[in-house]
């Protein structure tokens, strides 16, 4: 490790976690209620991402003043779209992790949404979650945190190359989708082909994208959505296993519309599959989703 990153990580772990100032609560938006010295923060450059990563690991993903500092140093680093797109890459990382233990590495939170918390309470959550590109979900009466990548796109799109921007506006078309619950009405299969699509033509389109391995996996979990069904759209029926008319169409629609496509040929041996079981599902379905999609990403990249 450089010498300058050991002086560097006492430094910022000082910072972000000074007993006198620390807030466990976290009710407060800006990284000034935390105890973090902003004026030294800002001083510091970190123009790599491996040098980026150490500071990064260090800091507490239970404090939401870590990810001020992260954006900071982020933000200090920046030479060129290049060097964002790496250094991003590496917060986009953080971010999520953070997001995904929030809840458990922060006692204060956890207890708060964890009792059957007030509207009132819940507000205050999601308006601080917010403040710090987070929103604040909830399923079957838990509560989840996920990366509003609409929120970052406004935060960092100046400084991010093309084929950034284009990623995160991707995906936070997509989880605009899930929160107004478009997935769940009659055309959510329409709604899949065009995520299918769309995202087989960025991975086309940017090859040499620095997260291209997240591009692959998200148009990977869409063609197996697509495919197999989910919570909200079943593929086969219940009780017969067979293939629904609905499904059908929409498989045949997809081949029909995309016919020069990865996915369509992916599609087409799929129904082809099917057709042998007499579109029954059987275990072929399962070793076809795991060979030939959730591996589809190799298949894209060599074609």
Request: charged letters at 20%.
């Amino acid at each position: 490790m450089p010498y300058f990153l050991i002086l560097l990580i006492p430094f910022i772990l000082l910072a972000c976690n000074s007993p006198q100032q620390k807030n466990t609560g976290d009710s407060a938006g800006d990284a000034t209620n935390h105890g973090v010295d902003t004026a030294r923060i800002e001083q510091i450059r970190i123009t790599t991402a491996a040098q980026y990563l150490q500071v990064i690991d260090t800091l507490d993903r239970g404090e939401l003043s870590s990810l001020y500092v992260a954006a900071t140093l982020l933000k200090n680093g920046v030479a060129d779209s290049l060097t964002c797109d790496s250094l991003f890459a590496v917060y986009s990382d953080f971010l999520n992790r953070v997001a995904e233990g929030y809840l458990e590495n922060n006692e204060k939170a956890g207890i708060d949404l964890l009792n059957s918390p007030s509207a009132e309470k819940i507000e205050q959550w999601k308006i601080t979650f917010a403040n710090y590109g987070i929103h604040l979900d909830s399923l079957n009466e838990a509560y989840l945190l996920k990366p509003n990548s609409a929120f970052l796109l406004l935060v960092f799109g100046d400084e991010l190359t093309t084929a950034y921007r284009q990623f995160l506006t991707l995906v936070s078309e997509e989880e605009k989708r899930w929160t107004k619950g478009e997935w769940q009405n009659f055309k959510a299969r329409d709604l899949l082909i065009t995520t299918i699509i769309t995202w087989e033509n960025f991975i086309h389109q940017y090859p040499g994208f620095i997260s291209i391995r997240d591009a692959r996996q998200r148009y990977a979990q869409s063609l197996g959505d697509f495919l197999a069904g989910t919570t909200h759209s079943n593929v086969f029926d219940p009780e017969t296993y067979l293939l629904n008319d609905s499904s059908k169409l929409s498989f045949e629609l997809l081949i029909l519309k995309n016919p020069q496509s990865v996915s369509a040929e992916i599609v087409k041996t799929y129904l082809e599959m099917l057709k042998t079981d007499n579109l029954r599902y059987s275990e072929k379905v399962d070793s076809f989703l795991l060979n030939k999609v959730y591996a589809a990403e190799l298949f894209v990249e060599n074609n």
